[in-house]
Structures are given as structure tokens and as C-alpha cells.
């Protein structure tokens, strides 16, 4: 299994799922989220969302992680958008021309918990889905590109390998950092520059071993005849009945709640 | 017709230098035979493996499998199983790993199904087809290479070293399924550092610095220790056993390093002498 930061490993209903079919619902989610205006459409959209977390047994905690990073921007649209220059008649003045709205923080709000909703919905998905499933349900989405020559039995390829040797090349670097420990090297101590050096005589043999690896792996795929085709898959996934009744029930209930609301 | 190399040099190309890695190379294994390739650190087996599957070109000789040149040609009647079982599987599941190399040769999604079935049987790997190979053992990924290989049809099976990288248990396994591969009619090439590998083969060759110093017999191969020295190949097991009984004093037939042969002369042994025990 893929030791991944993003996925949390369950049984749910929503880990289940088709993987198209998640990614289509988050597609079919974005659009209900900016195509209804208004705090109704909002609350809909909001109560989808805790509707997801509760079937994938996410902790919110944990679907809010991706938010971390953007918090100060959200605080900044808030801010930015409860501050006016022109003395609407709700305003209080600040200083000068300056004044403070709380309509305008109310739009502010509004939009940045769109967007967290948004982050949400996309942290459900990556929570709920492996990343290799991630990337199939992308090449079964990226297919009818072949048809205009875009290579994406390639890309697919790719992007797999390189999924499926993060853990590979993680144990790897493990055991060369536990190799130069024994030699006496010390990670994680003295100054910024000591600490970027004491990489060096790591990443050095990574990357010839990496190189090693890549080699092998390219006689392997020339060996097994790989011509860049999209693969014969004996385990891809099948679109169950549930799968379809989701797919059809949710992009047909986005799309009215989105005209409506 | 077997798979051929016909005078075989290869220099790999190293900024302005070359190095010579295989110096007028002649090698050939029938349908069916399983040929030992043994040789110290450095002495061109891997890039034999790489010939033989034409992902190399020679400068000089020719390569030829049933008669078929060329790298695509090459490709399909010649599977290579590499050391690291890591390197080697791309898949998130067994059977989707064993389809791989099929699914390239453009054969029909039944047919496909079809042929990776008999390989995971053949394998013993019938009931792990939906497993993640990442969570199996090294013996059990080795297998499912080999699977593979296997389901791609080749006539020839060249073994690169496939036990390097696994337990006793894991080689033990992956040994077993080399013998399956020789019954099923293919011709098998395995490269390996450990001359207990070689007993049960039907021929030896030994590369020294890029050219074949010794073909011919395991058994005088593994019987000559001093043959084995000059090679830069250690005694082998076995010979160490006969080395030690005769010290201790027990008459040995000529050619000891014959597991069968040496078993036979223990089991007269103790007849003669009698069971006792000091
Ligand atoms: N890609 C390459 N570029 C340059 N030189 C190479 C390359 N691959 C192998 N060599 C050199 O060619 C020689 C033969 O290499 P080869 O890998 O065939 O040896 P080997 O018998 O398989 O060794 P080992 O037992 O270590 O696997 C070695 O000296 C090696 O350094
Ligand atoms: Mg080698």
C-alpha cells in the first residue's frame, strides 16, 4: 500500500466509490458552489459538504489541514472586503476616508467560506481515495485526448511510476541517512547552511542509486515490449450500479440546486 | 534453433573512453536447457542478459533468437528477470502486473486474461492475483515477475542475479520456479554469483573480464578448485564438504561435487563402517 500523507485508509461508502465518480461530484460541487449565490445556496453547499465528512468518517480537523497555508489570505479577503473607501451610509469611519463596513465582512465571510468548502471538498476526496486510484480515474479522464495525439498512455505511465516509487525511494534515502548516522554524521544540527551540507553525502548516493533504478526500470519496459500504448488493465475499475445512481443522482441535483439557488 | 550470440564485442561508451565489456562472446542455450552464467563482479554477465534481449547492439556478432534478429523480435521470444523485484513491477496489482508485458503485444483483452491465468498457476500465484504487490514478500514479488515473463510467451528466460536481493526462504522459491520455467520448454539462462545455482544446470559458463573463460559441466567446474580460483570464483559449497570428509579421512569417488554422487558415497560409507557414532 502507498504510505501517503494525503489518504486515510477505510471502509466507507465514500471511500468505495468510484474514483471518476469523485472527481466528477467535486467538478459538479465547484460549479454548485460558484454558480449559486446567496447564504442559501451557501448553506446547501455547506451542508453537502459535513453530509461528506460524516459518510467518509473524516474528522473536520483533518479536511481543514489544506486550509492552513491559505488562512491569511482568507483573513486578508475578509479584512479587504469589509474596508471601504467611499462612506457607504452603513460605514464607520476609521481614520479619513477609511470606514469599515459590516456588510462588506459579511461578503468577505461569504466568500472565503466558499472557499474553504471548496478545500474541504477536495481534501474528502484525497482522504477517501488512494492516490493510485487518484491517477486512473485521471487517465480514464484524459483518454479521448488521445485521440488529438496528446501521449497520455505516457503521462499515465509516468505518473504511476512515480507514484509507486515514492515509498521506494523514501526507504532508500531512510537507509542511506541511517548509514551516515552510524559514520558520525549529524542531521538536524547547527546552523542553516551545516544542515543543508550534512544532505549532501545523502542525496549524492540517492541519485546514483535512483539513476540505478531508472535504468533498470527502462530495460524492464523495453523488455516487456512497453510502446507507450495505454495499458491492457485486468483490474480496472468498474462503475458498480451505486456508482452510476451517485454520478447521475449528484451532477443532476448540483446542476438544479445551481440554476435555482 | 536456439538463442544464439555469435561473436559477441560490446564496449559501452564513457565520455571520451570506452570500455570494453564483452570481447568476441559465443553463447547459445536450447529450448528447454538451463545454463549456469557465473562470473566475478564486473565481468559483463548483466550486459549478456542485455544482448540477449537486443536492448543492447553489438559493435561486432550477431544476436538470434529461433532464428529472429532485431529488438523487437528479440523482445518477444527473449524475457529478462532482473535482481530487484522492486525495479521491476509497475502495477498496483499482480495480475494487472503479469498483463503488462501481454497487454504491449497487442493481444485481445480475453486472450490476455486468459494467458495471465495460466501464468499465475504456473507461478503458484493464483490466489494473491488481486493482492498489491508492494505488500508481498521478495520470494513472492520474484514470482510475479517471473509470471510476467512468462506470460509473454518467451522461448527464452535469461535470469539476472534473481536471487541477490532475497532470504533463504525467497531463494528457495524463486530456485523452484526457475525449474518450473525449464519444464515448461524454455530455455534458461541463469546468472548468478552462488555456485550452489549451479548443480542443477545442464551446462556452466563462466565470463572472466568480458570473454568466456570456462563452458562445459557443472560438475568439473565445482569439482576443480583450483580451476575455480583462477576464475575468481570461491570453492563451492559442495567442494568444501568433500574437502572436509576427506580430511577426516574418508575415501571419496572422483567427482565428489555431485550432490547425488557425494550422497551415495556418504550412504556407502556408513554402511561399511557402520552406524556408529563417537
Ligand atoms: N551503462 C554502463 N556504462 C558504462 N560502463 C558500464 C555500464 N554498465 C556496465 N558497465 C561496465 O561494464 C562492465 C560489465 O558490467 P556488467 O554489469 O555486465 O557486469 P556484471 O558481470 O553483471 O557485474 P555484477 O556481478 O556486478 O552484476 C563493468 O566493469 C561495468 O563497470
Ligand atoms: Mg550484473
Not at chain 1, 516509487?165 to 552510524?182: K, L, S, Y
Not at chain 2, 522461448?155 to 536471487?163: A, F, K, N, R
Not at chain 2, 542443477?200 to 560438475?219: F, K, M, N, Q, T
Request: contains cysteine.
Amino acid at each position: 500500500m502507498m504510505p501517503s500523507v494525503a489518504y486515510l485508509p477505510g471502509e466507507t461508502p465514500l471511500h468505495r466509490l468510484d474514483a471518476r465518480v469523485k472527481l466528477a461530484l467535486l467538478a459538479a460541487y465547484t460549479f454548485l458552489l460558484f454558480t449559486s449565490d446567496g447564504w442559501v445556496g451557501l448553506a446547501c453547499c455547506l451542508s453537502l459538504a459535513l453530509f461528506g465528512l460524516v459518510v467518509g468518517k473524516v474528522p473536520l480537523g483533518h479536511a481543514l489541514r489544506g486550509a492552513g497555508p491559505i488562512a491569511l489570505l482568507l483573513a486578508l479577503t475578509v479584512i479587504a472586503n469589509a474596508l471601504s473607501l467611499a462612506h457607504p451610509a452603513d460605514g464607520a469611519a476609521i481614520v479619513g476616508s477609511l470606514s469599515f463596513t459590516p456588510a462588506g465582512m459579511l461578503h468577505g465571510m461569504y466568500l472565503a467560506v466558499r472557499i474553504i468548502l471548496l478545500i474541504v471538498a477536495a481534501a474528502l476526496l484525497s482522504l477517501t481515495t488512494t492516490p493510485v486510484a487518484l491517477m486512473d480515474a485521471f487517465t480514464a479522464l484524459l483518454r479521448p485526448l488521445g485521440r488529438w495525439n496528446v501521449p497520455v498512455g505516457d503521462v499515465a505511465m509516468m505518473c504511476s511510476i512515480a507514484l509507486r516509487f515514492i515509498p521506494v525511494i523514501a526507504d532508500e534515502a531512510d537507509r542511506i541517512v541511517t548509514a551516515q548516522r552510524a559514520r558520525g554524521a549529524r542531521f538536524g544540527e547547527g546552523g542553516p547552511v551545516a544542515r543543508v551540507r550534512a544532505w549532501g553525502p545523502v542525496l549524492v548516493p540517492l541519485l546514483v542509486s535512483l539513476f540505478h533504478r531508472a535504468d533498470a526500470l527502462a530495460d524492464m519496459l523495453d523488455g516487456r515490449c512497453f510502446t507507450g500504448a495505454l495499458r491492457t488493465r485486468l483490474d480496472a475499475p468498474r462503475m458498480r450500479h451505486v456508482d452510476w445512481a451517485v454520478l447521475l443522482g449528484g451532477c443532476t441535483a448540483s446542476v438544479l440546486l445551481g440554476i435555482y439557488l | 534453433m536456439p538463442l544464439r550470440l555469435e561473436h559477441i564485442s560490446y564496449a559501452y561508451r564513457l565520455g571520451r573512453g570506452t570500455f570494453k565489456a564483452l570481447d568476441d562472446v559465443c553463447f547459445h542455450v536450447d529450448p528447454g536447457e538451463r545454463v549456469a552464467v557465473v562470473g566475478p563482479n564486473g565481468s559483463g554477465k548483466s550486459t549478456l542478459a542485455r544482448m540477449a534481449q537486443g536492448l543492447l547492439v553489438p559493435d561486432q556478432g550477431l544476436v538470434s533468437a529461433d532464428g529472429v534478429t532485431g529488438t523487437e523480435g528479440l523482445c518477444r521470444r527473449v524475457g529478462v528477470v532482473g535482481q530487484d523485484p522492486e525495479d521491476q513491477i509497475i502495477s498496483s496489482s499482480v495480475q494487472d502486473e503479469v498483463a503488462f508485458g501481454i497487454g504491449n503485444l497487442g493481444v485481445p483483452v480475453d486472450e490476455v486474461q486468459r494467458r495471465v491465468d495460466a501464468a499465475l498457476a504456473t507461478m503458484g500465484l493464483s490466489d494473491m492475483r488481486r493482492r498489491d504487490p508492494a505488500m508481498l514478500s521478495g520470494g513472492e514479488r520474484q514470482r510475479v515477475v517471473i509470471a510476467a515473463v512468462l506470460a509473454m510467451r518467451p522461448s527464452y528466460v535469461v535470469l539476472d542475479e534473481p536471487t541477490t536481493m532475497l532470504d533463504t526462504p525467497g531463494r528457495r522459491e524463486v530456485l523452484d520456479a526457475v525449474t518450473v520455467l525449464v519444464r515448461v520448454g524454455c530455455g534458461v539462462v541463469h546468472i548468478t554469483h552462488d555456485l550452489d545455482d549451479v548443480v542443477p544446470c545442464d551446462r556452466a559458463v563462466v565470463l572472466h573480464s568480458g570473454h568466456i573463460a570456462y563452458e562445459g559441466e557443472p560438475h568439473d567446474l565445482l569439482g576443480d578448485g583450483g580451476r575455480l580460483r583462477e576464475l575468481g570464483l570461491g570453492p563451492s559449497r559442495l567442494l568444501v564438504v568433500a574437502n572436509h570428509l576427506a580430511a577426516a579421512g574418508m575415501t571419496l569417488p572422483a567427482d565428489p561435487t555431485h550432490p547425488r554422487v557425494l550422497a551415495a558415497a556418504l550412504a556407502d560409507h556408513v554402511r561399511r563402517v557402520g552406524p556408529t557414532c563417537r
